[in-house]
């Protein structure tokens, strides 16, 4: 649904040149192109509170230790074992 009279923005030029090239290439206003960005953020942030607070709702529970290098440093990233120094 539309709001009639919608506000008005002001933005530094290069994001006006920026939101007027990526309203032209999606064959849009800039107007509809900014509610549309907006609209996505407040679904996005939304969606992440929601989450959030069902998550926080829950009980705490223990962790598993999956083996004796979970103190030790030793981990992987990506496929890629990484070891980190100790800070001792």
């Known amino acids: ?3 009639a009279g919608a506000p008005t923005a002001t ?3 290069e994001v006006a040149r920026w939101a007027r090239i990526r309203a032209a290439e999606h064959d849009t206003s800039v107007s509809r192109f900014v ?3 907006l609209r996505d953020r407040m679904v996005e942030e939304r969606t992440y509170e929601a989450t ?3 998550y926080l709702a829950q009980p705490p529970r223990k962790l598993r230790q999956t083996g004796s ?3 030790s440093g030793i981990g992987f990233v990506g496929s890629t074992r990484v070891t980190v120094p100790s800070p001792h």
């Open 1 to 3: 649904m539309a709001v």
């Open 11 to 13: 933005l530094e030029e």
């Open 35 to 37: 509610g549309e960005l």
């Open 52 to 54: 959030m607070r069902d």
């Open 69 to 71: 290098h979970v103190h």
